[in-house]
Nanobody, 127 residues
Framework: QVQPVESGGGLVQVGASLRLSCAAS????????MGWFRQAPGKEREFVAG????????GYADSVKGRFTISRDNAKNTVYLQMNSLKPEDTAVYYC????????????????????WGQGTQVTVSS
């Protein structure tokens, strides 16, 4: 059973930074593309950032481009989301997910491209 586990969420003020981490058991994450998504209350889940298996390909939602950075440490089997200059509209539950194709150099923006999802970590940005 593959289980991504997110951590690092919390309550911060506008302009602050947070770093989310996603680690997992049951699959060697280093061989798979990964993604971060978020879901705010009353809204649909949306793509935040994605990264190919080697880290050479990354992509971001327009709303976070220039503020968030996705990265991975394959030796630690962990993916990160560095979030800077946080805004109230970044408040959401953030989910980590893994793509099922091994050694895919691409990142993926659509939820159905991912097969395993974590339970999520809450990020709240207060003004």
């Amino acid at each position: 059973q593959v289980q991504p586990v997110e951590s690092g969420g919390g309550l911060v003020q506008v302009g602050a930074s947070l770093r989310l981490s996603c680690a997992a058991s049951g699959r060697t994450f280093s061989a798979y593309a990964m993604g971060w998504f978020r879901q705010a209350p009353g809204k649909e889940r949306e793509f935040v950032a994605g990264i190919g298996w080697s880290g050479g390909s990354t992509g971001y939602a327009d709303s976070v481009k220039g503020r968030f950075t996705i990265s991975r440490d394959n030796a630690k089997n962990t993916v990160y989301l560095q979030m800077n200059s946080l805004k109230p509209e970044d408040t959401a539950v953030y989910y980590c997910a893994t793509n099922p194709l091994p050694r895919s150099g691409s990142y993926y923006r659509l939820g159905y491209d991912y097969d395993y999802w974590g339970q999520g970590t809450q990020v709240t940005v207060s003004s």
